[in-house]
C-alpha cells in the first residue's frame, strides 16, 4: 500500500440529492426503452472541509435500483457506515461494501464520492492515484439502439458524421430483423467497426448461427456482446468455441469471483465492467485484476448513467492495463451535460481533463438538468429495496 492510499480519511457527512435528465432521443434495447434518467448524486465531505461526489441512476432492469431505493440506501444505511468514520479509502471502501446487501448502484455513488474526496484531498487526479497517466486515453463507441433499420441507419449517418468511428449495434429481440438492421447500419457506414450487443437476446445455436453469417458477409464485428443469458455459463463456452468473434460476458459479471469462473470456464473472449454491478472502483479493479492474471482484455461500459459516472469510470479504464476497451457514451444522449470538466472527446477519442479527483465541477442539489421537479430524498428512512418501474435506465 501506497503513502497516499493508507493517510487516514475521516468523513464528517455525507449527503444525497436526487436529479432528472432527459435524453435527446429515446434509448431502446432489447429489454427496455428509456426516454429519461433519474439519478442520485452522494457527496462525502471530509475533515478538512473537501467534498467528494459520486453518482447512481436508475437501472431498475439491471440491478432492482429505482432512484428512491438509491436515495434511501444512501441516506440511511450507507451513510451510517461511513459518516464520522476514519479510515484508509480502502478501509472505507470495504465499509461501503458491507453495509447492506445488494444496492450496488448506490454504494458505486458512495464509494466514487469517497474516491473524489480522497484525491481532491491530495490535489491529485484520482487515475495518478490509481496507477494511470492524466494524457492517455481510448477510443469511445457510440451507441446505435434498437429501431427500425431506416432509423437506425439514419442515426448511424448522424453519428459518423459526427466523427464517430466505433459504433455498438443494440441487437436481440428477432434474428431476421436483426440481420437487416446491422445490414441497414453497414450500408449507411461501411468504414465504421462495429461491436454487438443482444443483450441476452438469443440462444446458443442462433447466436452461433447470426454470428457465423456476419463472419460470411465479411461484416467489420470487433466483438459480440453477451449474446445468451447471463446464468447459461455453458451456453457462452459453447458459442465462444464456435465463432471466430470475440465472444464478450456483461451481465453475467458483476465480481471477482464471477470473473474467475467466466475465465476458469473459457467461456468468454473479454469482460465488460460497470461500476453499477460492481459496487465502485475497488469491486472493478478486483474484476480487471482477474483479467489481467489471466491474459484477459476488459471492456469498461456504463448503464445509461450522468457525467459524473462516466467520468470515474474513465479513471479506471485509463488506471488499469487489463482495460483496452471503453462504451462510455451515454452522457451524449443527455439534453443537458452538467457538471462541466472531466474528459473531452474528439473523433471518438475520449481523454481526462486533469485536475483534482474526477476533475469535475460539483453539481449542486438545486441544479436539475431538466429543470423539473423531482421529489426530495426521504429523511432518514430505513434499508434500500424494492423495484420501480422497470423502463428506467439500463443498457
Not at 467528494?52 to 441512476?57: D, E, I, M, T, Y
Request: aromatic residues 2%; negative net charge; contains cysteine.
Amino acid at each position: 500500500m501506497t503513502s497516499t492510499q493508507s493517510s487516514p480519511l475521516e468523513v464528517v457527512a455525507v449527503r444525497a440529492h436526487r436529479h432528472r435528465a432527459p435524453l435527446l432521443r429515446p434509448f431502446v434495447t432489447a429489454a427496455r426503452r428509456t426516454e429519461a434518467v433519474e439519478y442520485v448524486v452522494a457527496e462525502v465531505e471530509l475533515a478538512d472541509g473537501t467534498v467528494g461526489q459520486g453518482s447512481a441512476a436508475e437501472t431498475v432492469a439491471v440491478t432492482g435500483e429505482s432512484a428512491a431505493t438509491i436515495a434511501e440506501a444512501l441516506d440511511g444505511p450507507l451513510r451510517r457506515a461511513v459518516e464520522g468514520a476514519r479510515g484508509t479509502i480502502t478501509e472505507l471502501s470495504a465499509r461501503v461494501a458491507a453495509a447492506l446487501e445488494g444496492a450496488t448502484s448506490a454504494k458505486a455513488a458512495l464509494e466514487v464520492a469517497l474516491h473524489d474526496a480522497w484525491a481532491r484531498s491530495l490535489d491529485a487526479p484520482l487515475v495518478e492515484l490509481l496507477g494511470g497517466r492524466v494524457g492517455d486515453g481510448l477510443m469511445n463507441d457510440m451507441t446505435i439502439s434498437l429501431e427500425d433499420p431506416d432509423v437506425m441507419a439514419a442515426h448511424t449517418r448522424e453519428a459518423v458524421a459526427g466523427g464517430e468511428q466505433i459504433l455498438k449495434i443494440k441487437l436481440g429481440r428477432d434474428i431476421d430483423e436483426d440481420r437487416k438492421r446491422l445490414a441497414a447500419v453497414v450500408a449507411a457506414a461501411p468504414d465504421a467497426r462495429l461491436r454487438l450487443d443482444a443483450n441476452q437476446g438469443w440462444e446458443p445455436e442462433q447466436a452461433i448461427d447470426i454470428i457465423a453469417g456476419f463472419v460470411a458477409d465479411g461484416l467489420p464485428v470487433d466483438l459480440v456482446e453477451q449474446p445468451v443469458a447471463a446464468a447459461n455459463i455453458e451456453g457462452l463456452a459453447r458459442v465462444s468455441a464456435a465463432v471466430e468473434v470475440p465472444i464478450m460476458a456483461d451481465e453475467s459479471v458483476w465480481d471477482a469471483a464471477d470473473a474467475r469462473r467466466l475465465v476458469e470456464a473459457d467461456a468468454v473472449d473479454l469482460l465488460n465492467i460497470k461500476l453499477a454491478k460492481t459496487g465502485g472502483l475497488r469491486g472493478a479493479l478486483a474484476i480487471a485484476d482477474v483479467a489481467l492474471e489471466a491474459g484477459v482484455e476488459c471492456m469498461v461500459g456504463a448503464m445509461m448513467e450522468p457525467r459524473i459516472s462516466i467520468t470515474a469510470t474513465a479513471h479506471l479504464a485509463v488506471a488499469h492495463p487489463a482495460i483496452t476497451l471503453i462504451d462510455l457514451d451515454p452522457p451524449f444522449w443527455f439534453a443537458s451535460d452538467v457538471p462541466a470538466g472531466g474528459y473531452t472527446q474528439e473523433r471518438g477519442w475520449m481523454r481526462l481533463t486533469g485536475g483534482p479527483g474526477l476533475g469535475l465541477e460539483r453539481l449542486t442539489a438545486d441544479v436539475d438538468p431538466s429543470g423539473a421537479d423531482v421529489p426530495p430524498v426521504p429523511a432518514r428512512p430505513g434499508a434500500s429495496g424494492g423495484v420501480a418501474d422497470p423502463t428506467g435506465g439500463g443498457r
